[in-house]
């Protein structure tokens, strides 16, 4: 006759799989949806200058992409990031996905 798991086994042995740093995506700030659009308007008028990255793949991007953002996807970051942001170190660089938030 099988013997079923104990519910404690089962946890130590799920634990694991949990990430241990929850907070790792607090390490930035933030920027909600009112600053964005604020932050937008003052780029437009020409008194703040940052770059909005989309970070999901080129045909969300495509579908449904912030006007003025550019694509550059997660996965190929090592590969594009030069290229699409360029070298200067000192802009501020905003990204943004779906889901997190």
């Known amino acids: 006759m099988p013997r079923s798991l104990s519910p404690l086994f089962l946890f130590c042995l799920l634990i694991p799989l949990v990430p241990m740093d929850l907070g790792a ?3 930035f700030p933030i920027v909600t949806t009112r600053e964005l659009v604020s932050l ?4 437009a008028n020409g008194e703040k200058e940052f ?3 989309h ?3 080129e045909l969300i991007f495509q579908n449904q992409s912030i006007p003025g953002s550019i694509n550059l996807p997660w996965t190929r970051v090592s590969d594009l990031a030069l290229e699409r942001l360029g070298p200067e170190p000192d802009i501020l660089i905003i990204t943004y996905c779906m889901g997190y938030r």
């Open 55 to 57: 970070t999901l793949g």
């Open 25 to 27: 995506m607090e390490r």
């Open 40 to 43: 937008l308007d003052q780029r």
């Open 51 to 53: 770059i909005l990255v």
